[in-house]
Nanobody, 125 residues
């Protein structure tokens, strides 16, 4: 079992930055692919970014590429999402996820095994 707890959300003005953290417990993250997803009111949960176990590869949604950066610290069992140049359309609950399969994280949201409860990010215009 892997337990994931997100933190770092909040209210920020458009153009601002936030850094989200996802702390894992239960098992080391070194053998899991990790990802960030978001869900806005009335919309489906969508992929934001992913990192392979070992941090060798990263993947981003087109809407976040160039603005968001995912990174991991295996020693702290924590994954981060640095969000810059935030836009009102980035407003959502952001969820951390873990799965042995990077393919599941990036392409098959229904197969992702572990989820955090989420942290709210609100970007004002």
């Amino acid at each position: 079992q892997v337990q994931l707890v997100e933190s770092g959300g909040g209210l920020v003005q458009a153009g601002g930055s936030l850094r989200l953290s996802c702390a894992a417990s239960g098992r080391t993250l070194s053998r899991y692919a990790m990802g960030w997803f978001r869900q806005a009111p009335g919309k489906e949960r969508e992929f934001v970014a992913a990192i392979s176990w070992g941090g060798i590869s990263t993947y981003y949604a087109d809407s976040t590429k160039g603005r968001f950066t995912i990174s991991g610290d295996n020693a702290k069992n924590t994954v981060y999402l640095q969000m810059n140049s935030l836009k009102p359309e980035d407003t959502a609950v952001y969820h951390c996820a873990a799965d042995p399969s990077l393919h599941a994280i990036v392409h098959v949201i229904g197969h992702v095994t572990y989820w955090g409860q989420g942290t709210q990010v609100t970007v004002s215009s």
